[in-house]
Nanobody
Framework: QVQLVESGGGLVQAGGSLRLSCVVSGGTFSSYVMGWFRQAPGKKREFVAGINWRGSSTYYRDSVKGRFTISRDNAKNTVYLQMNSLKPEDTAVYSC?????????????????WGQGTQVTVSS
């Protein structure tokens, strides 16, 4: 059974940074497209960033471009999300997800496996 466990969330002031990690077990991590999503209270879950299996291709939502960086370490079965210059509107539960397809997609319905999420709160 594939399991995803996120860590690294917390409370940070606006302008600060956090690094999220997601460890995947029970599957073939190096073959998965990985994505980070977030859901704020009262809002739909939205795509944040994605990375292909090799780490050679990434994709971001416009509002995080230049501030967030997604990366992966296939030897450690881990995907990361480095978040800099955080804003209050980045406050949400952040979840990682794994997709067995070969291309990065933004739709939540395309991803096969999900973690439980980690809370990120940015104070103004």
């Amino acid at each position: 059974q594939v399991q995803l466990v996120e860590s690294g969330g917390g409370l940070v002031q606006a302008g600060g940074s956090l690094r999220l990690s997601c460890v995947v077990s029970g599957g073939t991590f190096s073959s998965y497209v990985m994505g980070w999503f977030r859901q704020a209270p009262g809002k739909k879950r939205e795509f944040v960033a994605g990375i292909n299996w090799r780490g050679s291709s990434t994709y971001y939502r416009d509002s995080v471009k230049g501030r967030f960086t997604i990366s992966r370490d296939n030897a450690k079965n881990t995907v990361y999300l480095q978040m800099n210059s955080l804003k209050p509107e980045d406050t949400a539960v952040y979840s990682c997800a794994a997709d067995r397809r070969s291309s990065i997609v933004v739709s939540t319905t395309s991803y096969d496996y999900w973690g439980q999420g980690t809370q990120v709160t940015v104070s103004s």
